[in-house]
């Protein structure tokens, strides 16, 4: 299992309507990954607090291979969002999770 991480950068004049805009980009891009064999979960947003109109889109995918081949399909799906609201064409990276031991106490006492 992977994780992708899409960069989506939006145009500054967008910056009060981040929620609206990715969900408009998770209804195009969305159904299909859904219906991918590889699809291991729903995605996770992350909006950055200093740059509001910087987001993350986050979610685990069965291989690398098979998230390449389902995002080379999206290019005519996104390509009027991008040009539309986008500053940038979006960023894709992926990411494996480096196995790591939990030292921690379980009695520890966590300030909430």
């Known amino acids: 299992m992977i994780h992708v991480l899409e960069t ?20 195009l891009v969305g159904p299909r990954a859904h219906e991918h064999p590889a699809f ?40 009027e969002f991008e040009e539309t609201y986008c500053a940038a064409p979006r960023e894709i990276s992926y990411l494996t999770e480096v196995p790591h031991e939990h030292d921690h106490d379980d009695d520890h006492e966590h300030e909430h």
């Open 8 to 27: 989506w950068e939006l145009k500054d004049d967008y910056a009060d309507r981040v929620p609206e805009l990715m969900q408009k980009m998770d209804n």
């Open 40 to 79: 291991l979960g729903h995605a996770t947003f992350y909006q950055h607090e200093h740059q509001a109109t910087k987001v993350w889109v986050m979610y685990p995918w069965r291989s690398r291979e098979e998230a390449e081949e389902l995002i080379s399909g999206e290019a005519s799906l996104i390509s």
